[in-house]
């Protein structure tokens, strides 16, 4: 899901190599999220669907927002700087205003929204450095990987239009459970979790990450694309970088430069100019 990825970023928001696979962190909570959104379902009274074409189609948005991105991106974090990883991971607004200005055409494409999105892919390489793109073209295979994870994120985003009419923690449940169904056994084949031993730190942080970064930010994901459209939920991507450096300045004493600054001013004039309705469709409601 456009996108909910962490990439790794050092002091004062330079790029740093990306760790190993975290393949089983990815499974696990993507599982864990989709029990705990099952079983608030369950307690509001709401029952998931039966019919086997909404589950098809649960399976297919659990493709696009994470078995297909989760598994390219942990696989090219091993050999791309965090920073270019960055960069690449951020530009599924880019991606979902091409589509739909191309092909689907299912919202408006205006001058504004195009002006965002390159308004917030300049803050993003400002505030990591331009030199981050230093690396493009070297590991091109991964750099791919990331560039066909963004791009499913932005298709995502616009299938993600179809569940309108159910109540966001429906489809959010759906596309989870279906993901583990995934996701789980490719993770046992491939990584062997039995063999990993997390501290409990670790596993607070899977929590953290099932709970607030996963089930919760699914149900809003699906509720902004009714009601911001895609490209402007998709812009979200552009906010990771800004918030985790200023959370890196706020609570870890790191100095941010100037370039940061006028980045960050870059990234929210575009995020605002995606989200923000004109004047006269404000007028029309």
């Known amino acids: 899901m456009a996108d909910f990825e962490v990439i790794p970023i050092g002091v004062a ?27 608030v379902l369950r307690l509001r009274g709401l029952r998931m669907p039966k019919a086997p074409a909404v589950w098809r189609r649960f399976l297919f948005q659990a493709c696009l927002n994470s078995v297909v ?24 607004p880019i991606f979902t205003f091409l589509l739909t200005a191309l092909i689907t055409r299912h919202e408006p494409v205006t001058a504004r929204k195009l002006v965002g ?3 917030g892919i300049v803050g993003i390489c400002l505030i990591i450095g331009t030199q981050a793109l230093g690396g493009l073209g070297h590991e091109s295979w991964a750099q791919l990987a990331i560039v066909i994870a963004t791009i499913s994120y932005a298709g995502a985003a616009i299938f993600g239009r179809g ?20 996701l789980v056994p490719l993770s046992l084949i491939v990584d062997r979790p039995w063999t990993l031993a997390p501290s409990a730190a670790s ?26 459209g895609s490209v402007g939920t998709t812009s979200q ?13 706020v609570f870890l004493g790191e100095s941010l430069g100037p370039a940061a ?3 960050m001013a870059f990234v929210v004039a575009g ?3 995606m989200t923000i309705p004109a004047r006269q469709a404000r007028l029309a409601q």
Do not use: Q
């Open 13 to 39: 928001g330079r790029p740093g190599r990306g760790s190993g696979s975290n393949r089983p962190s990815r499974s696990s909570r993507t599982l864990a999220a989709g029990s705990l959104l099952f079983a």
């Open 69 to 92: 991105p989760f598994t390219l991106i942990a696989a090219a974090e091993r050999s791309v700087d965090a920073g270019l990883a960055t960069i690449l991971n951020s530009t599924s």
């Open 117 to 119: 999105v390159g308004a």
């Open 163 to 182: 569940f309108k009419g159910l109540d966001p923690m429906i489809p959010a449940a759906g596309s989870m459970l279906c993901g583990a169904v995934i």
């Open 203 to 228: 596993i607070l942080a899977l929590l953290g990450l099932s709970i607030f970064s996963t089930a919760l930010a699914f149900v809003i994901y699906f509720r902004l694309i009714h009601t911001l």
């Open 237 to 249: 991507a552009y906010l990771r970088v800004p918030i985790g450096v200023g959370i890196g300045a």
């Open 261 to 263: 600054w006028l980045g």
């Open 271 to 273: 995020v605002a100019a």
